[in-house]
């Protein structure tokens, strides 16, 4: 079984999520596909929340703009009517959820954190539905009934122990293609949506690869891979075939925006390797951890 997680600039237009579908379809083998929110929409639903509480009705604006952004790909993507309309009505229930929740934002003037991770949660699931009507034989999964949180120090910390026995139960027999939204969990207490943090997505697809024991993890983005340098600042950088985890580990911290650092965790202590690839250029090897 393989994990490949494709981030926001990979879905960000229908020639991008084309070639996801492309890719998805040459595995041979059971795969779990973990998807991040499209290019931009998780800044603009913090922006839009940040509107409402200060009784702002530029909300509304943003509110609109997600809106046709989705249904703009929906109808580039999607060849079936059939298949169209019953997603259009799927997608349409959480946007008239979300439309509500910023309303009462808006109108009370106040936003906790508990509304803001909700709020926020929205953009993966548009996608992974999205996703999981365009990818042939894919079954969509609900990554809160699994990726558990503890709160620690006022952030969000995976009950890892809980969160493994959960994907297993879930996903454990997958026998094609399982989406799965990334980034979104809910508490193990209260039951309340929570989140991973920035790269939570990553985050997601790294437990859940450590849980299942699978064979690889791949991240798909936009660059081929870790650079010994910045190809924009340094013309003859080039990609890194392989690294240790540590050094990948390193160089996370030093700078390098390729993959968010507590990735590498989960996945180290089972030894799994993680291959780093570019969704628009997926005839390369990318690096290797």
């Not at 139960?169 to 989140?195: C, K, M, W, Y």
């Amino acid at each position: 079984m393989k994990v490949m997680k494709f981030g926001g600039v990979s879905l960000g237009t229908s020639e991008g999520i084309n070639k996801v579908k492309n890719i998805i379809g040459d595995e041979a083998q059971p795969v779990i596909i973990v998807v991040s929110a499209l290019y931009g929409v998780t800044e603009q639903l913090l922006q839009a929340a940040d509107y409402a509480v200060s009784a702002n009705k530029k909300y509304e604006l943003i509110f609109d703009t997600l809106q046709n952004q989705h249904y703009k790909i929906i109808e580039e993507t999607i060849d079936s009517q059939d298949v169209k309309l019953n997603l259009y009505e799927e997608i349409q229930l959480l946007f008239e959820d979300l439309k509500n929740i910023l309303r009462g934002v808006y109108l009370i003037g106040d936003l906790s954190q508990k509304s803001s991770d909700k709020i926020v949660s929205y953009g993966e699931k548009f996608s992974s539905l999205i996703l999981s009507k365009i990818i042939p034989n894919a079954q969509l999964y609900d990554s809160t009934e699994f990726i558990k949180t503890t709160k620690q120090f006022n952030k969000h910390i995976p009950d890892i122990p809980l969160s493994n026995k959960l994907i297993k139960e879930h996903l454990q027999n997958t026998r094609n293609v399982a989406i799965v939204p990334g980034f979104i969990a809910t508490s193990r207490d209260e039951d309340d949506i929570t989140n991973l943090g920035r790269g939570g997505s990553d985050y997601t697809a790294s437990i859940i690869a450590a849980a299942l024991d699978a064979s690889v993890l791949e991240i798909w983005t936009d660059v081929d891979g870790f650079m010994t340098a910045d190809p924009k600042i340094i013309q003859s950088a080039y990609v890194i075939e392989e690294l240790s985890y540590i050094e990948a580990i390193e160089l996370s911290n030093f700078g390098a925006k390729v993959i968010y650092p507590p990735t590498i965790f989960p996945v180290y202590h089972k030894n799994i390797p993680i291959r780093v690839r570019n969704s628009f250029n997926p005839s390369s090897k990318g690096t290797l951890i």
